[in-house]
């Protein structure tokens, strides 16, 4: 069984308050999973930078939220007639070569209208989609110009997927990670799925020492989750089958959070049962732009999730806000503290 990654792991700074994760980077404010996103959410002062992985036909690691490029790219105008027939592009059918002719956008609807219409605009394209050593590589260097450390959050996307096409996604992640002296940093590293299949593969056949963290879907509809019982992997047995192959979960934001009654809000217990089981909470995800019904503004949110819920993390869209947050808590804190 691996030992739960305490709280207070980290780069120097991070103490045992709540993590910052940067939700594909600051994508409140630039199109998610570019390398200028990533730049932005280091410099809001983010502990850990997300980044989704999937391989190209070649297998080299690229970051993207899906297995698809339509969302996020120009693809269908660049390389028309190379779509699956769902219609949709997936990364597995282009070579890297390929991959890099494209340009990166806002997120869009099926329909072509942005996700987020009062976010970045939802131009032709910002830049190329990155590979995970460019971005490693990038956070490196930023790491090293500022002094200050924010940590790689990888999300392996279809394990099960691209293995039934032949590759191997938790190894080629694993590799790149080795090739760039990130394999053994597990206070800077934290490996993601929603697959127990990759996490037990990580563990217990790539024999990775970095932390693992299970992500819980937010439904239970098998049209969405497959074969996978997240309803039986929120239960204490579940919790305690996770921990042996995990460090800690990553639920949505709603199997914590349940709405207000009155203006008190419904609050489950999931974070306390899973700390129960020695597992780290790191919800997802955090939008000021985006606020659960009876949230009157974001700071609320906050408060919600770190004071009443004591989470070991989260996942937010603007790192910036959630940073400043943390650190005027901290502040209030040490001001009571002194007065005591």
């Given at each position: 069984?691996?030992?739960?990654v305490?709280?207070?792991?980290?780069?120097?700074?991070?103490?045992?308050?709540?993590i910052?994760?940067?939700?594909r980077?600051a994508?409140?404010?630039l199109?998610?999973?570019?390398?200028?996103?990533?730049?932005?959410?280091?410099?809001?002062?983010?502990?850990?930078?997300e980044?989704?992985?999937?391989?190209?036909?070649?297998g080299?690691?690229?970051?993207?939220?899906?297995?698809?490029?339509?969302?996020?790219?120009?693809?269908?105008?660049?390389?028309?007639?190379?779509?699956?027939?769902?219609?949709?592009?997936?990364?597995?059918?282009?070579?890297?070569?390929?991959?890099?002719?494209?340009?990166?956008?806002?997120?869009?609807?099926?329909?072509?209208?942005?996700?987020?219409?009062?976010?970045?605009?939802?131009?032709p394209?910002?830049?190329?989609?990155p590979?995970?050593?460019?971005e490693?590589?990038?956070?490196?260097?930023?790491?090293?110009?500022?002094?200050?450390?924010?940590?790689?959050?990888?999300?392996?996307?279809?394990?099960?997927?691209?293995?039934?096409?032949?590759?191997?996604?938790?190894?080629?992640?694993?590799?790149?990670l080795?090739?760039?002296?990130?394999d053994?940093?597990s206070?800077?590293?934290?490996?993601?799925?929603?697959?127990?299949?990759?996490?037990?593969?990580?563990?217990?056949d790539?024999?990775?020492?970095?932390?693992l963290?299970?992500?819980?879907?937010?439904?239970?509809?098998p049209?969405q989750?497959?074969?996978?019982?997240?309803?039986?992997?929120?239960?204490?047995?579940?919790?305690?089958?996770?921990?042996?192959?995990?460090?800690?979960?990553?639920?949505?934001?709603?199997?914590?959070?349940?709405?207000?009654?009155?203006?008190?809000p419904?609050?489950?217990?999931?974070?306390?049962?899973?700390?129960k089981?020695?597992?780290?909470?790191?919800?997802?995800?955090?939008?000021a732009?985006?606020?659960?019904?009876?949230?009157?503004?974001?700071?609320?949110?906050?408060?919600?999730?770190?004071?009443s819920?004591?989470?070991?993390?989260?996942?937010?869209?603007?790192?910036d806000?959630?940073a400043?947050?943390?650190?005027?808590?901290?502040?209030s804190?040490?001001?009571?503290?002194?007065h005591?």
């Amino acid at each position: 069984m691996i030992s739960p990654v305490s709280a207070e792991v980290g780069a120097e700074g991070r103490g045992e308050r709540s993590i910052v994760i940067a939700h594909r980077g600051a994508s409140a404010y630039l199109p998610e999973h570019t390398l200028p996103a990533k730049a932005l959410a280091h410099a809001q002062g983010a502990d850990f930078i997300e980044q989704d992985v999937v391989l190209t036909r070649d297998g080299i690691p690229i970051v993207l939220h899906d297995v698809h490029l339509d969302s996020t790219t120009d693809v269908a105008s660049r390389f028309s007639g190379r779509e699956r027939g769902d219609g949709r592009f997936y990364a597995i059918d282009f070579t890297l070569a390929e991959v890099q002719q494209l340009r990166a956008h806002e997120r869009l609807n099926r329909d072509g209208r942005p996700v987020f219409p009062e976010r970045f605009p939802a131009g032709p394209g910002l830049s190329q989609v990155p590979t995970l050593e460019e971005e490693i590589q990038l956070i490196d260097g930023l790491n090293r110009s500022t002094g200050r450390v924010a940590g790689l959050y990888i999300e392996l996307k279809g394990f099960a997927f691209h293995a039934e096409n032949g590759l191997d996604l938790a190894e080629a992640v694993i590799n790149v990670l080795r090739d760039n002296q990130w394999d053994k940093r597990s206070d800077d590293v934290y490996l993601q799925s929603f697959e127990p299949a990759a996490l037990r593969y990580l563990h217990d056949d790539l024999k990775t020492d970095l932390p693992l963290i299970q992500l819980l879907a937010d439904s239970d509809d098998p049209d969405q989750t497959g074969d996978i019982d997240f309803g039986r992997l929120r239960t204490d047995e579940g919790l305690r089958e996770i921990a042996t192959y995990a460090n800690g979960i990553g639920p949505s934001l709603n199997q914590l959070y349940q709405g207000k009654r009155g203006e008190v809000p419904v609050l489950t217990d999931l974070v306390a049962r899973a700390h129960k089981a020695r597992l780290l909470v790191h919800p997802y995800t955090l939008r000021a732009d985006q606020l659960p019904d009876g949230i009157s503004d974001f700071d609320e949110l906050h408060r919600v999730l770190v004071d009443s819920l004591d989470v070991d993390g989260f996942f937010t869209d603007f790192p910036d806000r959630s940073a400043t947050f943390l650190q005027s808590q901290s502040q209030s804190l040490g001001q009571s503290q002194s007065h005591e």
